[in-house]
């Protein structure tokens, strides 16, 4: 007997702000105040499941994430489920069309409504068929992943046949890649929460020994303060953490490209395997030249969180601009785009280590790191661990005694935030944004802007 078919029926959008500035969570050189938030999209359906999907934010900028949101979302009401998924990259095609693409074109505020639009489609199906988003991918055949892509100006560096060449050669091998998945041996985790720049040298200590307890090696901080202060921080890091550790910085776009090159000649001495974001996440050749110019000192470069589209990742690719691809999973759109960009990462050698540096993305990117390493590369690749939110969520992610992300197991894509944490913070409504705190911080149209901050 056939199975029913499943239509969506209804949707919601919450606006959903956790106050992570008020511990210093996500400060960096560009914004003082992290406000961890979601446009948070659920898909009804007439079979009892709920899709869910959503894309980060930071605080006010929710206000326009939503609304962009409300904007895609009805163009799957009504439509059954299997519509949508025979084929992924037609259904990511059209999403991206019509007169909203006129607005800024698969990149900005639409790309995310888009991804969260998109998310919860896999969400959905991905609990239809009572599996973990990685494990639904992982169980398809190489043509069944080829069909969830979008070639549409990819064609130049990657086709479809070339991605069919490059997932059958990975099928034989693959079943003892999902045993190790299933074994949480998959994704080995680095940790960035101890690199907050509003944390005191004594907390940055105190929560790299904690890290160095849980098994990481591998350790991300913020940098920019000025060559004296980074200076003094990244050494009493590589102090702690001893020569076997492996150290990244992260400036958030701070410098210029030529500054950029002259500032990270002076820290060469630390031994830092990349820079990340050191200049506009738009500058192709600006990084090409950066990671050129620093490749006799031994640092490489690493950008992608900003990235919004396929298009920028191959050009990245194609001007030698990397040393690792940090591709965000609530940037691009939705896992169709992701599994190009993971191929074409994989067909230039460059490995893929995912942002997750903010609420829910690590469980998000669990999925992602595991989907790149069973089925595209074959090769382990370290993924961002941050230690805040997971208690939010029906799925949590966590991390193996010996420094390992642990392999998503629940249907679903890992979205599902428990109910109780909007009756604390949706936006406006809940308790905190009501409070007299959370009122100051909402009333202050500067927030986050360093100078100008009031709350």
């Not at 029926?9 to 400060?27: A, E, K, M, Q």
């Not at 199906?125 to 990819?154: G, M």
């Not at 961002?384 to 992300?405: K, N, R, S, V």
Request: charged letters at 20%; a negative charge.
């Amino acid at each position: 007997m056939a199975p029913k078919e499943i239509t969506i029926t209804g949707f919601t959008v919450r606006d959903l702000r956790w106050p992570t500035s008020l511990d210093n969570i996500g400060t960096d050189p560009m914004n003082l105040a992290g406000e961890n938030s979601f446009g948070y999209l659920q898909y009804q359906t007439d079979a009892g499941l709920v899709g869910t999907g959503w894309s980060f934010a930071n605080g006010q900028g929710n206000d326009v994430l939503c609304t962009a949101i409300r904007s895609l979302a009805p163009r799957f009401v009504g439509r059954t489920l299997s519509s949508l998924t025979a084929n992924m990259g037609q259904t990511q095609r059209k999403i991206s069309s019509g007169q909203i693409r006129f607005m800024s074109p698969e990149r900005g505020v639409l790309q995310l409504a888009t991804n969260a639009v998109l998310n919860a489609v896999w969400d959905l199906w991905a609990k239809a068929e009572a599996k973990p988003l990685w494990r639904l991918v992982a169980d398809f055949t190489p043509e069944e992943v080829v069909r969830a892509i979008d070639f549409r100006y990819l064609s130049d560096v990657l086709t479809p046949e070339q991605a069919l060449e490059m997932l059958r050669a990975q099928e034989g091998t693959k079943a003892e890649r999902i045993r190790l998945a299933l074994e949480n041996k998959a994704v080995p985790a680095y940790n960035t929460s101890a690199g907050w720049l509003g944390h005191s040298d004594e907390k940055v200590r105190e929560l790299l020994k904690s890290a160095m307890s849980q098994g990481f090696r591998h350790f991300k901080l913020k940098a920019g303060l000025g060559l004296e202060a980074d200076r003094k921080r990244l050494g009493f890091v590589r102090e702690v953490v001893g020569d076997e550790g492996i150290l990244m910085v992260d400036v958030n776009q701070l410098w210029d490209v030529d500054e950029a090159i002259e500032y990270m000649k002076h820290l060469a001495d630390l031994k830092l395997w990349f820079i990340e974001e050191p200049t506009s996440p738009d500058d192709i050749l600006g990084h090409a030249k950066i990671r050129a110019a620093l490749k006799p000192y031994g640092i490489g470069v690493a950008t992608g969180e900003h990235i919004n589209n396929r298009v920028m990742f191959k050009q990245l690719l194609q001007a030698e601009a990397l040393d690792a691809v940090q591709l965000d999973a609530c940037r691009l759109a939705s896992v169709n785009e992701i599994l190009s960009v993971l191929l074409m990462s994989a067909k230039f050698g460059v490995p893929v280590v995912p942002h997750s540096g903010g609420a829910g993305m690590v469980e998000l990117c669990s999925h992602v790191s595991t989907i790149d390493f069973v089925v595209v590369s074959g090769k382990k690749s370290i993924l961002e661990y941050t230690d805040h939110l997971h208690e939010a969520f029906e799925a949590p992610a966590a991390i193996t005694p010996d420094g390992f992300h642990v392999t998503p197991t629940a249907p679903g894509y890992s979205c599902d935030v428990k109910e109780a944490e909007f009756g604390k913070f949706e936006c406006p409504s809940g308790t905190f944004w009501q409070s007299e705190i959370g009122q100051k911080m909402l009333n202050d149209p500067w927030r986050g802007v360093p100078g100008e901050q009031t709350s």
